[in-house]
């Protein structure tokens, strides 16, 4: 087992660029970057996750959606921590997503606050609005950036008046004494069911930045920051948390401010609030749209996950084993699985004959490498933005009803000794050995030693495959297909498919003659431009 070896093939070093072709495909452009050759390898001993959410230094210090309900208080919540409150107990509820406070007629200053782990780093993001406009005066709502205790720190100040008009500034707080240390001239609105969007930004000690952008929720990020300075006040250069504030004076009448969908993280991975989601074949694969969102907070899960409950979803793991979907309607996303040590020939997600599964937006490699683990396998299997690689094959189907959209499956294994092949691991991206009803759209599938895809009838049948604005490199023949005895696979269709160059052989794809007669090929073509060459497999 020492002389194991890997093929790390080459890491991302591509550059894709898409332009409209005349079919209303995409005519895909590879530019190579430094790639490595075929037969560079190195020892197999550890593998990194891509997802910048695993790096614990960029993971968020608190997320909270309000899912919860609570009264007299706003709680805790597993990611966030315990809200601590300045104000009547009354005051302060959860329900429908929101955090509220509930001002008096009287008027007052109230404020819920979390100190978890405070930071001279933050930026913090926010939905802000109104259930109750103030019926006299205006009502001042604010989000802390750098939250020394109640009454000292850092905030963006929304002054909301009775028709709603509302002007953004950036507020020093230090003790009772408060100062607006930049105004917006721009005024926005809040109104009851009209929130805005605040992203928040307070880093630095000694001299802090402080950057904010105000923006009607549901509508797109403006470019620029709203409001921008820097302060200097000695009591404010300390590490701090995060919270909200409401005041309102007594000639307000009753207000009811609601606070919704908190994050807080660094600045340098902060998280898209807005996050669009591109159709497949419209954009490159890579480790920026593929993968754990940034700024997704993980939970580590220690051991194995056999899932049996119908409906299961899970939601921002980072799983240290192995996981088994054998219910119905399982849900996977936001997560990483890494795997762990093993002697046992699996995959690191397995969607076995009793389940059905939905995978998005996660990452699976393994962390421990060997020639025993595949990535994604099984069937009855919906995924989407996925990020696989350091396994054998990065998806292994063996059943129907499999679609993979809009992923990058890349450097797989390779081992000189294998003790199931003597002539080395047959590492492919997607291996088909049975199965119909399977699409393979818009997905960057690279890397693999022997092939892109492989189809086999090893296990069964293999029918009405379709791969459509994929790209596809690297393999012996990047494509290969084979009968295994069972006669032409039916329903096999590649259109608009580009293929790198970079095979061992030469070779875009292999298939037997009477596979070759019944499948469909139309506008695949190589990097170089030219149309894909079909050889007699």
Known sequence: MSSARRHRGTRPTARRMLTAAGTGALALGLVAIGTTSASAWSAATSSTAMSPSADASLQPYVVDSFGRTSSAGWGTDAQAGTWTHAGTAAAFNVANGYGTMTMPTAGGNYT????????????????????????????????????????????????????????????????????????????????????????????????????????AAGTAEPADWTLSTTDTTANLQSAGGVGFTTYAPALAGQTVARYADLWAGPTTSPRVIDRQVAAPGTVMPDATNTGVPVGTKLTVYNGNLTITQPGTVIDGLDIRGFVKVKAKDVTIKNSIVRGVSTTTAQGLVTSESTGSLTIEDSELYNATPNWYVDGLRGSNITAKRLNIHDVIDTMHIYGDNVTLESSWLHHTLHYDNDPSHPDGTHDDNIQIVKGTNIKITGNRIEGAYNAAMMFTQGSGIVANVTMDK????????????????????????????????????????????????????????????????????
């Open 112 to 215: 819920s606050r979390l100190a978890t782990a405070p930071s001279t780093d933050t930026e913090v993001q926010a939905r802000v609005g109104i259930a109750s406009k103030p019926t006299n005066g205006t009502s001042d709502l604010y989000v802390v950036g750098r939250a020394i205790d109640d009454s000292s720190g850092y905030r963006v100040k929304l002054k909301v008046g009775t028709d709603g008009t509302t002007v953004a500034s950036l507020l020093r707080v230090d003790g009772t004494a408060a100062k607006s240390i930049a105004t917006s001239t721009t005024p926005l609105s809040i109104t009851p069911g009209k929130d805005v969007q605040v992203r928040f930004q307070v880093t630095g000690s000694g001299t802090t930045q402080l950057r904010a952008k105000v923006w």
């Open 470 to 537: 994929n790209y596809f490199g690297g393999g012996a023949c990047t494509i290969n297909i084979a009968e295994s005895g069972k006669g032409p696979i039916q329903g096999l269709a590649f259109t608009n498919n580009t293929f790198g160059t970079d095979s061992r052989k030469a070779c875009n794809v292999i298939s037997p003659a009477t596979t070759t007669a019944v499948t469909t090929y139309t506008n695949n073509v190589d990097t170089d431009g030219k149309a894909i060459v079909v050889k007699k497999g």
